[in-house]
Structures are given as C-alpha cells and as structure tokens.
C-alpha cells in the first residue's frame, strides 16, 4: 500500500473521528444549557453562595 494512500485512510478515520467528537461536544453543550437553566431556577430562590455587587453595596 502506497504511502499517500496509507494518509488519505488514515485522514479520513481522524475526520470521522472529529466529526464524531464534534457531535458529542454539542450534544454536550445543549445538556449543560439545560442543567445551567435548572440550576439558575433553583438557586433564583435561595441564597447566592458567594456576595453579589448588590451584598457589598449593601454593606
């Protein structure tokens, strides 16, 4: 097997292979999207961990 050929494979398996990885990361993102919305409704009612620009004016 010729050497460019041996490339063009093995170029074609890394694209599959980020194409893959490219889905995976979106499909990633929209679940974080979602999670951060729910943690955002959860934490909208309760105390925010850390002091806000509000609290220190306040203070």
């Known amino acids: 097997m010729p050497l460019n050929e041996a490339m063009t494979g093995y170029w ?3 694209d599959d292979h980020w194409s893959g990885k490219a889905a995976q990361a979106q499909a990633l993102s929209r679940e974080w ?3 951060k ?7 909208s009612n309760s105390v925010p961990p850390f002091p806000t620009a509000q609290d220190k004016v306040r203070i």
């Open 12 to 14: 074609r398996l890394g």
């Open 33 to 35: 999207k979602r999670q």
């Open 37 to 43: 919305r729910c943690w955002r409704k959860l934490f």
